[in-house]
């Protein structure tokens, strides 16, 4: 709820459907003092990654309706929010846990990325996926980011 909420003032705040990175940037660290500039960036890349805000054209559209988000008053987000895991880190908790070496992982995300000239996140899902390990969700938010470069 508190990310949802984040995300939704700036939309609300402007009254459009689309912001620019920079506007929402601007909404969440100058105009609510909220968050520095680079927080308020993470904040984006923590929304693209759990689906709540998709980029078209180059610019933030939410995925949900600003309008119907309950946002009190006297809100102000948590910081928890920027600590949310990369898709990158939640495909290497996957493989760890599936019993794949961290050093190795990392080793070979990175020669895929090298080799393949992919994402840090693409990469990860491509040897996650090699070793035979489920990502779900984390390959969603790797696609994501081929499709935004």
């Given amino acids: 709820m508190t ?3 984040t995300v939704a003032v700036p939309f609300r705040q402007e009254g459009r ?3 620019g990175d920079g506007e929402f940037v601007v909404a969440l660290s100058l105009d609510r003092d909220w968050f520095s500039p680079d927080q308020a960036k993470r904040v984006i890349d923590v929304a693209l990654g759990r689906g709540l ?6 610019e933030l559209r939410a995925d949900f309706d600003p309008e119907s988000v309950d946002v009190p008053e006297e809100f102000v987000p948590d910081a928890s929010i920027l600590r949310e895991q ?4 939640k495909v290497l908790d996957r493989l760890t846990d599936a ?5 190795a992982a990392v080793a070979g995300i990175n020669e895929l990325q090298r080799e393949l ?3 840090i ?3 990860a899902v491509v040897y996650a996926r090699r070793e035979g390990v489920d990502v779900g969700e984390a390959a969603v938010a790797a696609r994501q980011s081929v499709v935004d470069e």
Avoid: H, I, N, P
Avoid at 53 to 58: I, N
Avoid at 86 to 89: C, G, H, T
């Fill in 3 to 5: 990310l949802e909420a």
């Fill in 17 to 19: 459907e689309r912001l």
């Fill in 53 to 58: 805000l998709t980029r078209e054209d180059g």
């Fill in 86 to 89: 990369s898709a990158f880190e």
């Fill in 99 to 103: 019993g794949v070496e961290k050093q």
């Fill in 117 to 119: 000239g992919l994402t």
């Fill in 121 to 123: 996140e693409a990469a």
